[in-house]
């Protein structure tokens, strides 16, 4: 057992049991001409996580734990894409539009894909997901009950979204859930601050959250 250092108070670090989660870190969120800059957003607030969640990413990497990769997309034929989430956001470019970066959003288009600077590695998991959380109509929490895992580190975008919701639905399967401060970001500075709040809140209601560095040093323990 190694002691994060983290909020609300230090959290008791099992590496064995503990795996990464990368949360949509797609070129349709970081990158200009994705869907995220087409709803109006600076990417570049996003782009300044990249050196910090690489370094996350190889402090994992390094120790032998697992690294899961998420994307949110869809299939081309837009079965998965419920009408609701696709009417809403820019009119003139929804999912499944043809944007800079190929359709928005599809599954198998240079957009979908993970950015080149924490390209997955061979052996670690890529799940594609039609929704905010990554648990929701994926085979996560099975992968993850299989690798005997029972504390999840995440990293991401965007904090108050695709983040907060992926760990809100592993708090309620009994996950303890870390979330690394200095490699998730959103595109309102006053959403990430306050998804912090929320989630440490109340006794770490639905988890905790420390800085990248020790999180790594304590993987590595
Ligand atoms: C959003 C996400 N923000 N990955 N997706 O639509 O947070």
Known sequence: ?????????????????????????????????????????????????????????????????????????HRPDLSDCPPAKRERGNPSLRIGDEGAMGRILISGEPGADIIPELYPIKGETVLDKPGKGAFYAT?????????????????????EVCVQTTMREANDRGYECLLAIDATESYFPEFKKAAIDMITAQGAIVGWAAAVDDIVRAVND
């Open 1 to 73: 057992m190694a002691i994060v250092e983290a909020r609300p108070f230090p959290f008791v670090l099992d590496p064995p049991a503990t795996a990464l989660i990368v949360i949509d870190m797609q070129r349709d969120f970081v990158e200009p001409g994705g869907f995220g800059a087409t709803l109006g957003n600076d990417v570049s607030l996003l782009r300044a996580i990249i050196p910090a969640t690489a370094a996350l990413i190889k402090g994992f990497r390094d120790a032998g734990l697992p690294v899961i990769h998420t994307r949110e997309c």
């Open 139 to 159: 085979p996560l929490d099975e992968i993850l009950r299989e690798k005997g895992v029972r504390q999840l580190v995440f990293a991401g975008v965007t904090t």
